[in-house]
C-alpha cells in the first residue's frame, strides 16, 4: 500500500494529547465523546484531519479498524485546539455494531457485542497518535474496572 487511509501531505507537524473517551461503561445507547488536544508544533499554519478508529471486541471478529469520525482542524503555528468527536451509537452508521444475519438469511439485526472498545486517534489509520477505550456489557467493565480503569496511551512520542 503506497498510502494507508487517511494519509495526507501538511507543510507543519502536529501534536495530539490529552485524550479522554467518556463514559468509561456504556449501555450501548448513550453517545461516546472522544475528547483531546492537537497543537501545531512546526512553523507554518496548517490543517489536520484528525481521525477516529474504533476497534470492536475480537467476539464481533470484524476487522481491526473502522473510521468513525474526524474532524479538521486549522491552526496557526503554537497554536492548540481541543477536539471533541460525539459518537452515536443509534446512528445510520452503527459505530460500535456488527450486523448479524439471521438462520433463515433473509433478516438480521444489528448486535453490539460485549466488551472492551478500543478507540484510535491520529492523523491516518497508521498514524495513530493516542489510544483508549471503554466498555460495554457486564464482565467487560468489571474487568476493567479490575484492572485500573481506561488505559490511554499517547503513541506520538
Given at each position: 500500500?503506497?498510502?494507508?487511509?487517511?494519509?495526507?501531505?501538511?507543510?507543519?507537524?502536529?501534536?495530539?494529547?490529552?485524550?479522554?473517551?467518556?463514559?468509561?461503561?456504556?449501555?450501548?445507547?448513550?453517545?461516546?465523546?472522544?475528547?483531546?488536544?492537537?497543537?501545531?508544533?512546526?512553523?507554518?499554519?496548517?490543517?489536520?484531519?484528525?481521525?477516529?478508529?474504533?476497534?470492536?471486541?475480537?467476539?464481533?471478529?470484524?476487522?481491526?479498524?473502522?473510521?468513525?469520525?474526524?474532524?479538521?482542524?486549522?491552526?496557526?503555528?503554537?497554536?492548540?485546539?481541543?477536539?471533541?468527536?460525539?459518537?452515536?451509537?443509534?446512528?445510520?452508521?452503527?459505530?460500535?455494531?456488527?450486523?448479524?444475519?439471521?438462520?433463515?438469511g433473509?433478516?438480521?439485526?444489528?448486535?453490539?457485542?460485549?466488551?472492551?472498545?478500543k478507540?484510535?486517534?491520529?492523523s491516518?489509520?497508521?498514524?495513530?497518535?493516542?489510544?483508549?477505550?471503554?466498555?460495554?456489557?457486564?464482565d467487560?467493565?468489571?474487568q476493567?474496572?479490575?484492572?485500573?480503569?481506561?488505559?490511554?496511551?499517547?503513541?506520538?512520542?
Amino acid at each position: 500500500m503506497l498510502f494507508p487511509f487517511g494519509h495526507g501531505l501538511s507543510y507543519t507537524e502536529f501534536e495530539y494529547s490529552k485524550l479522554r473517551v467518556t463514559p468509561r461503561k456504556t449501555n450501548g445507547k448513550s453517545d461516546v465523546k472522544v475528547k483531546f488536544r492537537i497543537a501545531n508544533t512546526g512553523d507554518r499554519a496548517g490543517a489536520e484531519a484528525a481521525q477516529v478508529y474504533v476497534e470492536l471486541p475480537a467476539a464481533a471478529n470484524e476487522p481491526p479498524k473502522r473510521l468513525v469520525g474526524f474532524k479538521k482542524v486549522h491552526l496557526q503555528p503554537g497554536e492548540t485546539q481541543k477536539v471533541t468527536i460525539k459518537l452515536e451509537p443509534l446512528s445510520s452508521s452503527h459505530p460500535f455494531s456488527y450486523f448479524v444475519v439471521d438462520q433463515t438469511g433473509e433478516s438480521g439485526e444489528w448486535v453490539m457485542a460485549e466488551g472492551i472498545y478500543k478507540i484510535h486517534v491520529g492523523s491516518s489509520s497508521r498514524d495513530i497518535r493516542l489510544e483508549g477505550e471503554f466498555c460495554h456489557g457486564n464482565d467487560a467493565c468489571e474487568q476493567q474496572r479490575r484492572s485500573g480503569g481506561q488505559s490511554v496511551r499517547d503513541r506520538s512520542k
